[in-house]
């Protein structure tokens, strides 16, 4: 043991692949599942019947320790307020010991308990990295989002973990601001970021509204068709412009009994335009692009390009999503070797199955049960990591082979909607299909 602490010394395997390593090389922990904010985009709003609120015990965190010599990061938050856990400070202060040099620690925190003394225990004990949610610049658009918190607290905590560098002499402690984009504060993202940067923020994560309430829906500022999907439309779309053919008129005259030769050439544009995409491997949901807010989304991209501008003139560091889901998707929690492990302990595979909700990401409910592949409490951490299951799960996940039904014209299907997810259209046991973290549209500190 006396060598594992005085190392801190790089062990990871470089040669191999994150997802395939010997231990995780990110470690999401959630300290606690209780939260001091009754924020409306948390799932702790929907939690469907999901587990009881609990802390992380220090019984449990000790059971990871084996794990933190080999940690790239270690996130400490999971849906809970992660300052509600006495213990967060020997947390931070024990993995310290044990992790690389390279490896950070950080934590996302609603900020209103992070006051002078806070914030100086924290710094103190090895925090690297802290992200405090911001979600409006007017008080009022603030606190309409974050029910019970004010633009006031924010500014207060970033004032006191700016005292806690200087006076912990941590001018490497990186601060930032989390934005959750939805239509009511789309407009004042750009304002928001300068007046982070202003009061000391070093990096912002902007991520879209993930609506775990049907109610949320008209909130969402992102698409659900692929940029794939998006651009083979718009391609055809112009093609048929050019040779006077509105396809946008498809529906209409799908069913019409009696029809005009230039009626039919639009059917069958759309018909060549459909066999196209199948050749291509992208899938197209024709309602959905037929129906698209084009105004909307060249709105977000407006306010992203004025967020980038604003980005380069204060040198924050900034991490945008994507507007459209991306077609070429990736898992990067898994691609990265992350496991996420709830504060009673059980470890699951990526920020999607961490917690029991009901999300409505593709317009349409699809329950989510966590997926769990054991407990710290009745086995070794590591050896969870390396079990037949979780890592045959993994190798599947990084096929990527998966329907996207964000796209398809079939969803919602059974497959998807049922409680008991069992396996999708392809046969997959991995509810990958209908995950847009893999698409670039939802993000978080990582």
């Not at 037949?388 to 398809?408: A, M, Q």
Request: proline letters at 5%; glycine letters at 6%; charged letters at 20%.
């Amino acid at each position: 043991m006396s060598g594992l602490l005085s190392a801190q010394s790089d062990v990871t395997e470089p040669s191999i692949a994150p997802a395939f390593r010997e231990y995780p090389s990110k470690l999401f922990v959630e300290t606690t599942s209780r939260c001091n904010l009754n924020c409306v985009m948390c799932p702790k709003q929907n939690r469907s019947g999901g587990n009881a609120d609990g802390d992380l015990e220090p019984d449990t965190f000790a059971a990871l320790k084996e794990i933190f010599p080999h940690l790239d990061a270690l996130v400490l938050n999971g849906i809970g307020e992660p300052l509600l856990n006495p213990h967060l400070e020997i947390y931070i202060a024990t993995a310290k010991k044990l992790m690389p040099d390279h490896g950070w620690i950080g934590f996302q925190s609603n900020g209103l308990l992070l006051n002078n003394l806070r914030a100086t225990t924290l710094v103190a004990a090895g925090l690297d990295k802290i992200c405090l949610s911001m979600d409006g610049v007017t008080p009022s658009t603030f606190s309409s989002i974050r029910a019970g918190g004010y633009l006031h607290d924010l500014e207060r905590a970033l004032s006191a973990i700016s005292a806690a560098k200087d006076l912990c002499s941590r001018p490497d402690l990186q601060v930032g601001v989390e934005y959750v984009v939805m239509r009511d504060n789309l407009e004042e993202l750009p304002a928001a970021l300068s007046w982070a940067a202003e009061r000391g923020a070093t990096f912002a994560i902007v991520s879209h509204l993930h609506p775990y309430n049907e109610q949320h829906l008209g909130q969402c500022a992102y698409d659900t068709c692929s940029d794939e999907a998006h651009s083979l439309y718009h391609a055809w779309n112009s093609k048929a412009e050019l040779a006077g053919v509105k396809i946008a008129r498809n529906f209409e005259l799908l069913w019409k009994y009696r029809r005009s030769p230039e009626e039919n050439r639009v059917l069958n544009f759309v018909e060549i335009m459909k066999s196209d995409a199948r050749n291509r491997g992208i899938p197209l949901d024709l309602k959905r692009l037929f129906a698209m807010d084009y105004a909307r989304i060249e709105a977000v991209d407006n306010v992203f390009g004025q967020a980038r501008d604003i980005a380069r003139q204060t040198g924050l560091h900034l991490s945008l999503p994507e507007i459209v889901p991306r077609g070429n998707r990736s898992c990067g929690f898994v691609e990265q070797g992350a496991a996420f492990i709830s504060h009673d302990g059980a470890m699951h595979p990526c920020y999607q199955l961490w917690h029991t909700c009901h999300s409505f990401a593709n317009g349409w409910q699809h329950p989510v049960q966590p997926r769990v592949f054991g407990t710290v409490a009745a086995d070794r951490a590591e050896d969870i990591w390396n079990s037949d299951s979780f890592r045959s799960y993994r190798e599947n996940v990084l096929r990527h082979n998966y329907p996207s039904c964000s796209d398809c014209n079939s969803s919602p299907c059974d497959l998807v909607r049922d409680d008991g997810f069992e396996q999708d259209c392809y046969a997959n046991t991995e509810p990958c299909g209908s995950c847009l973290w893999s698409s670039g549209v939802f993000r978080c500190l990582d």
